[in-house]
């Protein structure tokens, strides 16, 4: 079963436009982690927020994590049409983190 | 790139059939995980593998099993084969307590 859930589960934007992706989970969580997939193929690691943080920052990325709502955010800004792509939140099945829970994923795309 | 390869990138079997998939870790890696991503859906986490023992399981039924050998490569088999085992199957490595994935590009494989 997925742990997290994202919405919307399709977003089509204008390049330059902000794109703001929501993850829901349903356990309590050591950590919360957002990957990026291109066509169907591998994953790749964007940002990892903690527990005990509340929002994280990496380049154009900004995540937000609400443990009272059990909700996660992830926010691209200035998007470029190289942002098309999917995007995971995961959450940790184990204390070490990397027996991951996925949601179902956003299909982002953005439109030159 | 990760340095995680996969082997193959495509595969077409015959349902009641047997498939081998191989993963190569990332250098100095030493757990390997396992999951599988059906068209449109997330990843889900089948198992992982650490100093040769599985470390974890998935709902996944026993006709899916793994492998690691010593240098940390590893394979996933999958015995009596269904059409609904059709997905991209990707591979996964780490270090012990690590929180980051570093994933394959992938086997896509087809069951018909």
């Known amino acids: 079963s997925q742990q997290g859930e994202e919405d919307p589960q399709a977003l089509s934007i204008q390049e330059g436009e902000n794109a703001t992706m929501n993850c829901s989970y349903k356990?309590?969580?050591?950590?919360l982690q957002w990957y990026r997939q291109n066509s169907g193929r591998g994953l790749v690691h964007l940002i990892l927020?903690?527990?005990?943080?509340r929002e994280k920052h990496s380049g154009r990325l900004r995540v937000t994590l609400d443990t009272s709502k059990k909700s996660s955010s992830l926010l691209i800004t200035a998007s470029r049409a190289a942002d098309t792509a999917s995007y995971f939140c995961?959450?940790?099945?184990?204390?070490?983190?990397?027996?991951?829970?996925f949601g179902g994923g956003t299909r982002l795309m953005v439109k030159p | 790139e990760t340095g995680v390869t996969q082997s193959p990138t495509h595969l077409i079997k015959t349902r009641g059939q047997q498939v081998t998939l191989r993963c190569s870790s990332q250098?100095?890696?030493?757990?390997v995980s396992w999951y599988q991503q059906a068209l449109g859906q997330g990843p889900q986490f089948i198992f992982q593998?650490?100093?040769?023992?599985?470390?974890g399981r998935g709902n996944f039924p026993p006709r899916f099993s793994g492998l690691q050998f010593p240098n940390y490569s590893s394979e996933l088999n999958v015995n009596a084969l269904e059409l609904d085992d059709s997905a991209l199957y990707l591979c996964?490595?780490?270090?012990?307590?690590?929180?980051?994935?570093?994933f394959g590009q992938g086997t896509r494989l087809t069951v018909v």
């Open positions: 356990t309590s969580i050591n950590n």
């Open positions: 593998y650490y100093r040769e023992e599985e470390n």
């Open positions: 250098s100095g890696h030493n757990t």
């Open positions: 996964a490595s780490s270090l012990k307590g690590s929180t980051e994935a570093f």
């Open positions: 927020i903690r527990s005990n943080e």
């Open positions: 995961a959450t940790a099945r184990n204390n070490a983190g990397n027996m991951l829970t």
